[in-house]
């Protein structure tokens, strides 16, 4: 039996031990280097919606870096309440919202057009602005709201509010100024701080025009586009842009983009629905036009659609326009410009000329003069798939850029078809053996026509990020199939009846009617083969790709085979973020993370999971020397990606 005078020398040993761990550890601790501190940076602002005017989404922010992105942690989390204030109707939403910051705060806009100003170091509300928007109207682009604009008056006058003003595109069609201080309406701006974009124009129906990305604001003017219900009937509401006097509200001048096409084309739409860009210093408006109404048949308005499918450059006073370049001819695919032109200065060939670089459905990327619009990197007219509808005239070539090469692919064997399990792969061959399918632009049929890339790209509205040093562009694509059939006149309303969940649209006025459907198997993923939505990075000295990468997985879109499918990357819908110190930064895909990759080689260097989908483009900002990283989290109807309502905010730990 241990004595108590065992026991006593047990536990001094048992002591001196646990001291000598102790203080090995204290000296392991001060050996240690602690965390770095967070190295000085200016405070930098994201002021509008692309990060400057020319939309490069780019920052010189160098704060966080390649070395320390791993380390980035949310630093807050800000709710717009919609999970609760509209749950009966978000399920009908999309939050693809990219805040700005400016004058202290930062600002957001939900699905609802609801208006927040916000702490930019903690994610507090300031004030907010519901303008109330019937939310059981039906919108065709689901209830949606890209992002405003801020406005400093150069000529304030004293004592009077609205100084600084937030303009924002209701889904309702307003244009609402609000006192970027106060989230109080402007009282000398239209009729109550609001003027109807869509005064005169005549609807079928409320929901059938709405505006859902910024206006843009310059010299005094603001600059409206507009969304548009497509394939409902031949002569759509047209697309016709709108100016407005950044005090008064009063309204300037109109510019319709069929404005230019014979008179006896019948026709609408080619609206601009994609944000714009603007030089200010050249005074010129830049705006990617759209298809044509109808999408998928032009028997009534034969040859080449007055200034749809365009790059249009208008005087931003006046509405004259500079010029325009077209990206498709006579389009019947819905290929429309979707995203906003980027401006900047690039160096083809060695030779820096001011640019505007235009993304596209088709997965291509146009290089235009900023100044006359003519190609910096040349475009070739290619001839294309003819044998259209009856009573439809193609256009018999379409323009390719010579560099870079097209970003996403076009063309699929029926050998092709992709799937998971030996029964899939047959189920998508045989979808894709049965229909018409030779190559990019092959003409919507009776038959059924593959449209590769389908009608949401390629670039989508995310459009791209450049880099002016490294001269190097950041464009995320997609890589999916739609399955496109023109169904006769007289038969759209019973093809409806026996499939009501597919998307079948009448054409009104056309001799056919339409269906289109994702080419998925019967688990849901693409019968096209992976990748299915990468990440590219193309030297703009010479038009090549450094790297592409994939971007996604699998485990929020079908869940379980993220572990069976590695490296395919999935459809995505937001755009990048680029930053001085060597990151690019994208949400977009269908699970639900913001990541960060390395600028040099495209390597994931860090990801952080979102309470809901990132179908958004990031921003970034640094405030009282902290750098923060912000993405829009919610609910994507269209991609079927978790419901939430958040802004969440990345930095480094202090």
């Excluded at 997965?363 to 003819?386: N, S």
């Excluded at 083969?529 to 997985?553: C, N, S």
Aim: proline share 10%; net charge neutral; aromatic share 8%.
């Amino acid at each position: 039996m241990a004595t108590f005078e065992d026991l006593r020398r047990r536990a001094l040993g048992r002591s001196a031990r646990l001291a000598m761990v102790l203080a090995g550890a204290v000296a392991l601790a001060a050996c240690t280097p602690r965390p770095a501190r967070l190295a000085p940076e200016p405070d930098r602002d994201w002021p509008v919606y692309g990060g400057d005017q020319g939309g490069q989404r780019f920052s010189p922010a160098r704060q966080i870096t390649p070395q320390n992105v791993a380390a980035l942690k949310p630093a807050w989390r800000f709710s717009t309440g919609d999970l609760v204030s509209h749950a009966a109707d978000i399920g009908h939403s999309a939050f693809e919202n990219t805040p700005i910051m400016a004058g202290g705060r930062v600002y957001v806009c939900s699905p609802f057009n609801e208006v927040f100003a916000v702490d930019p170091g903690t994610g507090q509300r300031i004030w907010a602005y519901d303008p109330r928007i019937d939310p059981k109207v039906h919108y065709p682009n689901e209830t949606n709201c890209r992002g405003v604009a801020y406005w400093r008056d150069p000529e304030p006058r004293t004592g009077e509010p609205c100084a600084e003003r937030i303009f924002l595109n209701t889904n309702d069609r307003r244009l609402v100024a609000l006192d970027a201080a106060t989230g109080r309406a402007c009282p000398g701006f239209g009729q109550g701080g609001a003027v109807d974009v869509a005064k005169g124009v005549k609807l079928n129906r409320d929901g059938e025009m709405q505006i859902t990305s910024p206006p843009v604001v310059a010299r005094g003017v603001v600059v409206v586009g507009s969304s548009i219900d497509d394939n409902q009937r031949v002569q759509e509401v047209s697309g016709a842009v709108r100016a407005f006097d950044a005090r008064t509200g009063a309204p300037l001048w109109t510019w319709d983009p069929l404005a230019s096409a014979p008179k006896e084309v019948v026709a609408g739409a080619a609206n601009v629905w994609a944000p714009m860009s603007v030089d200010e210093a050249r005074g010129l408006v830049f705006l990617p036009t759209t298809s044509p109404s109808p999408d998928f048949w032009g028997g009534l308005r034969k040859g080449d659609d007055g200034d749809a499918d365009s790059v249009v450059a208008l005087d931003i006073q006046t509405g004259r326009k500079a010029w325009a370049f077209k990206t498709v001819h006579h389009d019947v695919w819905d290929y429309d410009n979707p995203a906003q032109p980027t401006l900047a200065m690039v160096a083809w060939n060695g030779a820096p000329r001011p640019a505007v670089l235009q993304p596209t459905k088709q997965g291509l990327l146009f290089t235009l003069g900023r100044e006359d619009g003519r190609p910096v990197i040349p475009v070739e007219e290619r001839p294309v798939p003819q044998g259209a509808a009856p009573g439809e005239v193609l256009s018999p070539t379409q323009p390719f850029p010579v560099a870079p090469k097209p970003l996403s692919p076009s063309t699929i064997k029926p050998d092709d078809a992709f799937g998971l399990f030996p029964w899939e792969k047959a189920q998508c061959r045989r979808q894709i053996e049965t229909a018409r399918h030779e190559g990019l632009f092959t003409p919507p049929s009776t038959q059924g026509t593959i449209e590769y890339p389908f009608t949401g790209g390629g670039s989508n509205w995310g459009g791209l990020a450049f880099d002016e040093a490294r001269q190097v562009a950041y464009v995320n694509t997609s890589s999916a199939m739609h399955l496109v059939t023109l169904i006769p006149a007289d038969k759209v309303a019973a093809a409806k009846a026996a499939e009501p969940d597919a998307e079948i649209s009448p054409m009104r006025g056309a001799p056919f009617g339409m269906r289109r459907v994702l080419v998925t198997s019967k688990i849901g993923l693409p019968c096209n083969p992976p990748p299915w939505g990468q990440l590219h990075a193309i030297d703009m000295r010479t038009g090549k790709i450094l790297w592409e990468v994939p971007i996604g997985t699998t485990r929020d879109l079908a869940p379980g085979t993220q572990f069976l499918l590695r490296g395919v990357g999935t459809p995505n819908f937001g755009g990048p973020l680029a930053t001085a110190s060597g990151l690019v930064f994208l949400g977009a895909s269908l699970d639900n993370y913001l990541r960060a990759y390395d600028a040099a080689s495209g390597r994931e260097l860090w990801k952080g999971r979102l309470p809901g989908g990132g179908q958004a483009t990031p921003m970034t900002y640094v405030w009282k020397g902290r750098q923060y990283v912000l993405i829009a989290s919610g609910r994507h109807s269209k991609s079927r990606t978790k419901t939430a309502d958040e802004v969440v905010a990345f930095a480094l730990p202090q």
